[in-house]
């Protein structure tokens, strides 16, 4: 019978800020440490080799499949799953804010992440490359799918990733504080994340495992917070706010399908009812005036004559 149970740890840490060096030297030690508490997966924030706010510095901290960087991350993976955040260099001199997912001191996959933030004090899209797709992969969770923070805000990447199969979803993370309002004890960004990893979590019955930093860069301060949520909703592991923490979940791999019997939300799913409407959408613009790369050839639609004529 296939072993039932997983053990994950996130290692909460506060990279230094372009020392690719003492960074990797941190995350081998958060291995080493994982290793020794018998997790089968290590999970590290958003941009744990190079830290966030790079800047100018992106094209000098990017590291390349065939780099020494990439080598020693992949070795770190012997005999334990690891994910690792860092600027990742394409072929064709890109760079990308990946997560990169190593097994046995190989490469498995890569996400890059898809929605780069621009708004407040965000500059993501003006120094890195946006990813144009979102996979699930085999991992020791089973099927999953890799998140990288601002990604996990749009509803949308929660949904592609479950109707893809997945039966946990990793997002490491770099979620700066934004204040306290009122009655609550901690961060209002903190709040936000908590009930959005609770809810993907119960809606779409899988594992959330969320790896967020602390420290400071630039004036900025992170929250941590980094936590493991069952598919009913339930938090398994909580790391501490405003420091450098290391939890370890247990997970049972029977959870997220006891959690989809008991509301069979993916099963009575109608894909081709969502895909039809996104596609008229797509193609009037809707209320929001959306307009996508796909949008004028929605518009129109050949004539037998192979001409063009406007859908209605």
Sequence with gaps: MAELFRRV???????????????LQQLEAGV?????????????PELALTGYFLKDMVSTVAIRHDSAEMER?????RGIEVVVGAVEES??????????????????????KVYLPTYGLFDEARYLARGDRIRCFASALGRAAVLICEDL???????????????????????PLRGIS????????????????????????????????????DGVGFWGGSEVVS????????AKYYEEDFIVAELSL????????????????NVDLTIRELCRIRRTGGVLGYKGEFADEEASEETPNGGKRERS
């Design 91 to 112: 072929e064709d001199f890109r760079f990308f804010n990946s997560a990169l997912y190593f097994r046995d001191g190989v490469l498995v996959h890569v996400h890059r």
């Design 182 to 217: 009122e009655g609550r004890d901690h961060d209002d960004n903190a709040a936000y994340w908590e009930l959005l990893n609770a809810v993907y979590a119960q809606t779409f019955g899988v594992f959330v495992v969320y790896a967020n930093r602390v420290g400071f860069e």
């Design 254 to 269: 029977k959870e997220p399908r006891r959690q989809r019997v008991a509301a069979p939300l993916l099963r009575d799913e």
């Design 9 to 23: 740890a996130v290692v909460q840490l506060a990279p230094r800020l372009g020392d690719v060096e003492y960074n």
């Design 32 to 44: 080493r440490r994982a290793r020794q508490e018998g997790a089968h997966l290590v999970v590290f």
């Design 73 to 77: 991350l992949a070795a770190m993976s």
């Design 153 to 175: 805000w749009h509803p949308s990447t929660a949904y592609v990733a479950a109707l893809d199969g997945a039966l946990a979803i990793i997002c490491p993370s770099s979620s």
């Design 231 to 238: 598919p009913t909703g339930q938090r398994l592991a909580k």
